[in-house]
Structures are given as structure tokens and as C-alpha cells.
């Protein structure tokens, strides 16, 4: 057995799991500096959370995503939260905005 409780060659590799890692946060990270971006006012007129809500979300999912293994429930849990503000919020909030959809 290996230290992370399973046999030789089950789950993923460290080196994998680290990617992962490392890619998840980048992505909580950009739905925060996302957030911070955006005007106050267009979240409710997309009819989304308000901005401090999302800003706690995304907060919160990127201090998860430091601390937590991003296959552990923590983990995936903060990064519903950060793929929801990315492809739901984001382009209402866009929208409104006159942004269209580009990325």
C-alpha cells in the first residue's frame, strides 16, 4: 500500500491529481477575479445573487480549492459553485452589459 491508503496503482497518479489541482484553481481564481469585475447593479438585472453573494461564492470556492483535494466533496462542491458562476452568471451578466458572447 502506498501513504494514501490505496494499493499500488489505484486512483490517480500524484502527478495527475496535482494537475488537476492546479487547473481547478486557476479556474476558481478567474470566476473570483470575474466577479470582482463586473458591475453591481448587472447581477440582479441578469437576475442572479447579488454581487456580494457571488463574490462569498467564488470566494469561498477558491479558498476550498487551496485547501481541499479537488476530488473530495469540498473540492467538487467549490467547483460547481465556480463552473456555475462561469457559464450561467457570467454571460447574463454580459449580456446585459452588451457584451454578447464573447469570451
Same mark, same amino acid.
Given at each position: 500500500? #502506498?501513504?494514501?491508503?490505496?494499493?499500488?496503482?489505484?486512483?490517480?497518479?500524484?502527478?495527475? %491529481?496535482?494537475? %488537476?489541482? %492546479?487547473?481547478?484553481?486557476?479556474?476558481? !481564481?478567474?470566476?473570483?477575479?470575474?466577479?470582482?469585475?463586473?458591475? !453591481?447593479?448587472?447581477?440582479?438585472? !441578469?437576475?442572479? %445573487? +447579488?454581487?456580494?453573494?457571488?463574490?462569498?461564492? +467564488?470566494?469561498?470556492?477558491? !479558498?476550498?480549492?487551496?485547501?481541499?483535494?479537488?476530488?473530495?466533496?469540498?473540492?467538487?462542491?467549490?467547483?460547481?459553485?465556480?463552473?456555475?458562476?462561469?457559464?450561467?452568471? #457570467?454571460?447574463?451578466? #454580459?449580456?446585459?452589459?452588451?457584451?454578447?458572447? #464573447?469570451?
Amino acid at each position: 500500500m #502506498r501513504g494514501n491508503g490505496y494499493p499500488e496503482g489505484v486512483g490517480l497518479s500524484d502527478g495527475l %491529481l496535482s494537475i %488537476l489541482s %492546479l487547473v481547478l484553481l486557476v479556474v476558481h !481564481a478567474w470566476a473570483l477575479i470575474d466577479c470582482v469585475t463586473r458591475p !453591481a447593479n448587472g447581477f440582479p438585472a !441578469a437576475g442572479k %445573487l +447579488t454581487k456580494p453573494a457571488w463574490l462569498g461564492i +467564488t470566494g469561498v470556492a477558491l !479558498a476550498i480549492g487551496m485547501i481541499f483535494s479537488p476530488i473530495g466533496i469540498l473540492g467538487l462542491a467549490a467547483t460547481v459553485a465556480s463552473i456555475v458562476y462561469l457559464v450561467d452568471v #457570467r454571460p447574463a451578466i #454580459r449580456e446585459i452589459q452588451g457584451g454578447g458572447n #464573447r469570451w
